[in-house]
């Protein structure tokens, strides 16, 4: 891997610790607060709501400089969003700029990964993306429970600064003031990325029209992207493998919070946990999928996806820790095994039609519409009544249908246009080879 790759690796590695550190946060101030827990479910949509409304302009922001610079302005916001759930906005609201931020930032951490290395190396740099990605949610959730938990929190605030009155007094609150720190770490890696030297493509500027007539003028471009890579025989089957999966890991991860609270008892800090717990079976599935997976074959991990919509429902069967822990870690190890070909596939794909941030923004639109959908199913179900459990059973047999209709459609792909998708296995087959 180039010098460069690693810097990348580094800047993630800190803003995606530093971003999962902040979701236990989050849910703690709410629940200290006495915030409704459908205000607490309400994060996981709030965070993506910007990825969905901005995902016909980030793409084409993160082609127009180097995406270093995309990072580093991104890092900045999430900056601004801790700062405004430091200092007594709506912890819901300063969510989703840090979601903003966050939205941004996407399109240029996967996107410099096709600019900087051949597409035969783009397997392998995914699965140490994902695997760094899912050690830092990992140390994230960690870091997020243990410092709101009264052994760290206790010695953070009794932290005193003479004649300065940081307005710091709930364990949350010193908790955001810390990650803060960690944003301002990845934003320093940031400055340190290399240029890939690919030619920027600047936005399209039209001096007769007002600058919101300009930016509205990326919706057609945005949608031609989207048909483009939706009727790609490859590419459909790719995105919306991962549009699944994210949309059902990305709510997971705070209905693990609920169920650990339901089956277990556990508080916020206990059950942050179990967490790390998938995120480690993640991280081991991620780095096999990067060593014994080619793009070529990448399709063949569609039936995984079916049994891990299983495994998810066995979880409401389980009220014990020693069975728990080898359980989700088998459930996050199918899942990295199964996302990161896909997501390499898709990357391949979208590189060669359109551009990566472009790409990389319309896979965001699909798989944050997919989050936001099910959170907001999952904050309004809960409002009505529906117990953790029952929102583990409805995701886990939406995942198992889904992937088990994504299946077929690459298999009536296959049968009725045969040429078409042989000829893009045979592109994935030699660009693997260079």
């Known amino acids: 891997m180039k010098r460069g790759f690693y810097t990348i690796m580094s800047a993630q590695f800190f803003s995606s610790l530093a971003d999962n550190a902040l979701f236990v946060t989050a849910v703690e101030l709410l629940r200290a607060n006495g915030a409704p827990e459908w205000q607490r479910a309400a994060l996981v949509p709030m965070f993506a ?11 084409a922001f993160a082609d127009a400089m180097p995406k270093g610079r995309v990072m580093l302005i991104s890092n900045a916001i999430k900056v601004v969003g801790c700062l405004m759930m430091l200092f007594g906005n709506h912890p819901l609201v300063a969510y989703a700029v840090i979601g903003l931020g966050a939205a941004a930032y996407s399109p240029a951490k996967y996107g410099i990964l096709t600019e900087l290395l051949p597409a035969s190396q783009l397997v392998k740099a995914n699965g140490w993306i994902e695997g760094l ?3 830092s949610i990992i140390l994230g959730v960690l870091v997020g429970g243990q410092l709101v938990g009264p ?40 400055l340190h990325i290399p240029l890939t030297g690919v030619a920027m493509r600047p936005l ?29 025989k490859l590419g459909q089957i790719s995105l919306s493998t991962t549009t699944l999966f994210w949309g059902a890991s990305g709510n997971l991860r705070y209905i693990v919070l609920a169920w650990g609270a339901a089956a277990l008892g556990y508080s ?36 995984l996806g079916v049994g891990m919509g299983l495994l998810v429902v066995c979880m409401i069967f389980i009220n014990s820790l020693w069975v728990a822990v080898p359980f989700l870690i088998l459930l996050g190890g199918l899942g990295g095994f199964l996302v990161v070909p896909m997501n390499a596939l898709l990357q391949h794909r979208g590189h060669n039609l359109m551009g990566a941030g472009r790409s990389i923004a319309v896979q965001n639109f699909n798989e944050q519409l ?17 117990t953790a459990f029952g929102a583990i059973t409805v995701f886990g047999l939406i995942v198992a249908a889904a992937m088990l209709l994504i299946g077929m459609w690459h298999r009536n792909n296959c049968k009725r246009h045969p040429r078409e998708v042989e000829r893009l296995l045979e592109i994935a087959r030699r660009d693997c080879c260079h």
Request: with cysteine; hydrophobic share 55%; glycine share 6%.
């Open 49 to 59: 709501l910007f990825y969905v409304v901005l995902a016909p302009f980030v793409g």
């Open 133 to 135: 990605t899912i050690t």
């Open 151 to 190: 052994t760290i929190s206790d010695h953070l605030l009794a932290l005193d600064f003479p004649y300065f009155d940081t307005g710091i007094d709930t364990p949350a609150e010193a908790a955001i003031a810390v990650l803060i720190f960690i944003y301002v770490l990845a934003a320093w890696f940031n």
């Open 204 to 232: 399209r500027q039209d001096p007769e029209k007002s600058l919101l007539s300009n930016i509205l003028g990326l919706l057609p471009d945005f949608w031609q992207c989207s048909k483009r890579l939706w009727a790609d």
């Open 268 to 303: 916020t800090t206990q059950a942050s946990a179990l967490v790390g717990v998938v995120a480690i079976g993640t991280a081991v599935g991620a780095v096999v999928a990067s060593v014994r997976m080619r793009l070529d074959t990448a399709t063949s991990v569609i039936p």
């Open 370 to 386: 997919a989050i936001l959908a099910m959170g907001a199913f999952y904050s309004l179900s809960t409002k009505m009544g529906l």
